[in-house]
Structure formats: C-alpha cells, structure tokens
C-alpha cells in the first residue's frame, strides 16, 4: 500500500522567513495530493492541495510543488506569521476505489516573534 | 456551508465496553470515512463506505469494529469491546465523488480507562 514520509518533523522559523516542508510517496498511482493545517485538538483543515496532471500551485502565501518522477511534493509558507504555527499533514490518494487518504508523520511548525 | 458533525465530542469509557460514535455526513456526499489520530500522531484511515458497503479497510479495522449507515444521514462507528490502545481521536469524513476533497468532522476523543 501507500506510504508517505514528510520532513521535518519540526520546524522553527522567524516570522517572515519561509517554511518548506517536505513528502515523498510510494504508490506511483497516487494522483491526488492534499495539505492540512491541524491545530490543536481540532480536525485537519485542508490549506491546499495539488493533482497529479500539475507541477505547482499556489494561493496566496502558501504554494505546493510535485515531482512525479521523483514522488515527492513540498509545501511552501512564505512571509510567516505566528498564526502560522500548527502541525502540517502531507497525504497521498488514489482516486477511483475507496479514495482512502495517506498521512504524512506530521511537521509541527512554530513561528517565533 | 455545510460540514461534517460528530456526536459527542469525548466519550470516556470503561476497557471493554462497547462504544458508539456517531457521524452526519454532508448530505450530498457518496463517500464516508473513518479516520484516527493518538495523540501526537498522524491521522490513520480506518474504513471506507461506499453503496452501503465497506469499500475498503485498514488493518486496525478488526473485528471488534463495525460501521453502518442506519438511516439516510448517520454514520456510526462501533468499536465491540473497547481496549486502552483505542484511545484516540476519531475524526469522520465524507467525500462528494465530484472532487476530492475530503471534508473532515471535528472529531470525537475517545479515552478508554
């Protein structure tokens, strides 16, 4: 089955430097990649997500990239800001069948005054 | 804009009771998903449902677990026999089959004790 590692488990970044996050995935079928912000005790909200007919997008300060070839994407804050500060999920899916999600390990990402 | 709802938001229990938790999915939605996350871990897919059927589930999905859709807006998940390792967060989903975004619940913390 699919297995997504994400790098770095933690991340420390003074407001209005950039953080890169980074995840690669096994399953060569995986087309479907997604983000999400956790705070907290609260569900995963989706920040932004990529699908495999892409190599970039971006929304405002936030950006994704995918390597195909390579299975890996990355996720791209700019111009931090402490309400920045979350764990950030990774995931990989296969659309078609059960459309389940893989999670990433999680980066706890602080942004310091 | 709809969301997803979960009911309740902690449920304590006894090692070895049965628990159920509960879910509504939004109502459009074809796809509905179990998700769990101990804490301080990733978010792991449990189950997939489909047509009023498991479409696909993990190996942590064991016998003592059980879903169903009673009615045209519930999603339950049962867990039979509750052991201490299944304390966790609980978070349901549920996927409109026109994209992919999956639209998570707030979830449910469930302590076994």
């Known amino acids: 089955g699919e297995n997504v590692e994400q790098h770095p488990s933690t991340l420390s970044v003074q407001e209005g430097d950039s953080a890169v996050i980074k995840c690669t995935y096994s399953?060569?079928?995986?087309?479907?990649f997604p983000w999400y912000k956790q705070e907290l005790g609260k569900r995963p909200q989706l920040i932004i997500d990529?699908?495999?007919?892409?190599g970039e997008k971006k929304d405002q300060r936030i950006a994704v990239t995918l390597n195909k070839t390579a299975k890996h994407f990355s996720l791209h804050i700019t111009e931090t800001q402490p309400e920045d500060s979350a764990v950030y999920f990774c995931a990989a899916l296969v659309t078609g069948g059960g459309n389940k999600l893989t999670f990433g390990t999680g980066t706890q990402l602080k942004v310091e005054l | 804009e709809p969301e997803v709802t979960q009911t309740p938001s902690h449920q304590v229990t006894q090692m070895g009771q049965e628990v159920i938790l509960r879910c509504v999915p939004i109502s459009n939605h074809l796809y509905f998903y179990w998700y769990r996350q101990i804490l301080g871990q990733k978010v792991e897919f449990l189950v997939s449902?489909?047509?009023?059927?498991?479409?696909?589930k993990s190996e942590i999905f064991d016998d003592q677990f059980s879903v169903e859709r009673p009615d045209g807006s519930n999603f339950t998940l049962k867990i039979r026999s509750t052991k201490l390792e299944d304390s966790a967060m609980y978070f349901c989903?549920?996927?409109?089959?026109?994209?992919?975004?999956?639209?998570f619940g707030p979830g449910t913390r469930l302590t076994v004790l």
């Open positions: 989903a549920s996927l409109d089959r026109s994209d992919n975004e999956q639209f």
């Open positions: 990529i699908r495999s007919n892409v």
């Open positions: 449902f489909y047509n009023n059927e498991i479409s696909e």
């Open positions: 399953d060569s079928a995986s087309n479907y």
